[in-house]
């Protein structure tokens, strides 16, 4: 994690972003909808043009900002993503049809651990972005690592938990977010224990987890 003062000024050299994604920052600040950090944002889509994936699974697309932004950082790309809420399924929609990239993004309403079949039909995936609920991330992992490709990429997001997982329990006074850092915890241990992945954790935003499917032998 970073000082206030160099958020700040990295924040600072971001290249302005489109109205459309302003008007969805507004959007998530008003509704006080979670979605990735400015500097956070900014590391997923480098990866994503490092990568250069032709097909990305989204699990959690919210108001559908995380996914337009990387269809604009790599137009040629198709993004599936899933929603399990339905006033943010709705707004994604709207937000990903003013945009123009109905033909780029399909999404999905519902539970991610409920439409499986559905998204293995638009698989497999070159890339997978993890940003749902937090105490299903193991999950979501062990499900949709089954369709990546050899060599994809599993993204998952919020990882440091607010630097909560560097504490000790007694220094984190909510009971809810004791047992959420628990879990978080556990599922970065897991993922480091994956010998068929590479990770990396980066502390950018919130926390990135960056896993590499290595090549079959």
Same mark, same amino acid.
């Given at each position: 994690?970073?000082?206030?003062?160099?958020?700040?000024?990295?924040?600072?050299?971001?290249?302005?972003?489109?109205?459309?994604?302003?008007?969805?920052?507004?959007?998530?600040?008003?509704?006080?909808?979670?979605?990735?950090?400015?500097?956070?944002?900014?590391? @997923?889509?480098?990866? $994503? =043009?490092? *990568?250069? #994936?032709?097909?990305?699974?989204? +699990?959690? &697309? %919210?108001? /559908?900002?995380?996914?337009?932004?990387?269809?604009?950082?790599?137009?040629?790309?198709?993004?599936?993503?899933?929603?399990?809420?339905?006033?943010?399924?709705?707004?994604?929609?709207?937000?990903?049809?003013?945009?123009?990239?109905?033909?780029?993004?399909?999404?999905?309403?519902?539970?991610?651990?409920? @439409?499986?079949?559905? $998204? =293995?039909? *638009?698989? #497999?995936?070159?890339?997978?972005? +993890?940003? &749902? %609920?937090? /105490?299903?991330?193991?999950?979501?992992?062990?499900?949709?690592?089954?369709?990546?490709?050899?060599?994809?990429?599993?993204?998952?997001?919020?990882?440091?938990?607010?630097?909560?997982?560097?504490?000790?329990?007694?220094?984190?006074?909510?009971?809810?977010?004791?047992?959420?850092?628990?879990?978080?915890?556990?599922?970065?241990?897991?993922?480091?224990?994956?010998?068929?992945?590479?990770?990396? +954790?980066?502390?950018?935003?919130?926390?990135?987890?960056?896993?590499?499917?290595?090549?079959?032998?």
């Amino acid at each position: 994690m970073i000082s206030d003062e160099m958020k700040h000024y990295i924040e600072e050299l971001v290249p302005e972003r489109t109205p459309e994604v302003l008007e969805m920052e507004q959007q998530a600040r008003e509704g006080n909808v979670p979605i990735m950090d400015l500097i956070g944002m900014e590391a @997923l889509l480098q990866v $994503i =043009r490092l *990568h250069k #994936p032709k097909k990305i699974l989204e +699990i959690g &697309a %919210a108001i /559908g900002y995380s996914g337009i932004r990387m269809i604009q950082a790599m137009p040629e790309s198709n993004l599936v993503t899933v929603e399990r809420d339905p006033e943010r399924y709705s707004q994604a929609v709207d937000n990903i049809a003013k945009v123009g990239m109905q033909k780029s993004i399909t999404i999905l309403e519902g539970d991610a651990l409920e @439409l499986t079949d559905t $998204i =293995r039909a *638009h698989g #497999p995936y070159d890339f997978i972005f +993890i940003d &749902a %609920a937090k /105490g299903q991330y193991k999950r979501f992992f062990q499900e949709y690592e089954k369709m990546l490709v050899p060599e994809g990429v599993i993204v998952s997001d919020n990882v440091l938990f607010r630097g909560f997982v560097a504490k000790t329990d007694d220094q984190i006074e909510s009971k809810r977010f004791r047992k959420l850092t628990e879990k978080i915890r556990g599922y970065n241990e897991f993922l480091y224990e994956q010998s068929h992945f590479i990770t990396s +954790i980066l502390p950018v935003g919130d926390g990135m987890a960056i896993s590499i499917l290595k090549p079959k032998e």
